[in-house]
């Protein structure tokens, strides 16, 4: 079993939507969890970053964590073309050493 | 801006040659890692460097190598590349000191480069 799970896609959404990410993760160290943004042909950039549980947002874009659970989401509202990309979660415990543990990552399509 | 350059974008080898794959960040960051990225997968860490001439293994490192002669450099070497090695590698650095929601840790990654072993 991996350590994040996180389903590949592709989805595809119409313009204006509302977005749902979400991964899974067993390792209970995690304190640390982040959403990383790529676009076709680049690098993956940070997106939203959350310290243990709570709710964090920015704009159109919410990011949960349920320590609880085990489980973070990333919700985008209003989705535009522009927010199409692969949306990859990470995460890393106090001891980590900045060793990301990255999902698998979600190819997301907005379509006009 | 934070800027990490990776100097090949695409490159075609055959099996057997020895690759390199530069990597060069300017913000004066402690860390720096090599990661792979394969479809279903995800991202996986190959290397990791704290510190000049410092290396960690990461999860999959069998097959590669790294160097880091100075600070802003870190070069990933395949000895003897195989058809299994074909991927994008990504290069990435960050400060070394993370914590709280001033300092996120957060990872910078250069563009990749595209690897394909024949």
């Known amino acids: 079993q991996k350590e994040v799970e996180q389903d590949p896609g592709p989805l595809s959404v119409p313009e204006g939507a509302i977005v749902s990410l979400n991964c899974t993760y067993s390792?209970?160290?995690?304190?640390?969890f982040m959403w990383y943004r790529q676009y076709s042909r680049k690098g993956p950039e940070l997106l939203m970053y959350?310290?243990?549980?709570g709710n964090k947002e920015d704009g159109r874009f919410t990011a949960q964590v349920d320590k609880s659970s085990k489980y973070i989401s990333l919700f985008i509202r209003d989705s535009q073309p522009s927010d199409s990309a692969t949306y990859l979660c990470?995460?890393?415990?106090?001891?980590?050493?900045?060793?990301?543990?990255f999902g698998q990552g979600t190819r997301l399509t907005i379509n006009p | 801006d934070v800027k990490v350059t990776q100097s090949s974008r695409y490159l075609v080898k055959r099996t057997g040659e020895k690759v390199f794959l530069e990597c060069v960040q300017d913000?004066?960051?402690?860390?720096m890692f090599w990661y792979r990225q394969d479809p279903g997968l995800g991202l996986r860490l190959i290397y990791f460097?704290?510190?000049?001439?410092?290396?960690e293994k990461g999860d999959i490192p069998e097959g590669y190598s790294v160097s880091r002669e100075k600070k802003e450099r870190f070069s990933l070497i395949l000895e003897s590349a195989s058809t299994n090695q074909t991927s994008m590698y990504l290069c990435?650095?960050?400060?070394?000191?993370?914590?709280?929601?001033?300092?996120?840790?957060?990872?910078?990654f250069g563009e990749g480069s595209r690897l394909t072993v024949l």
């Open positions: 913000m004066d960051h402690e860390n």
């Open positions: 959350t310290y243990s549980s």
């Open positions: 990435a650095s960050s400060l070394s000191t993370f914590g709280g929601e001033l300092n996120t840790g957060e990872l910078f």
């Open positions: 460097s704290y510190d000049v001439k410092m290396k």
């Open positions: 990470a995460m890393m415990g106090i001891q980590g050493a900045q060793k990301l543990v």
């Open positions: 390792n209970s160290a995690f304190q640390y």
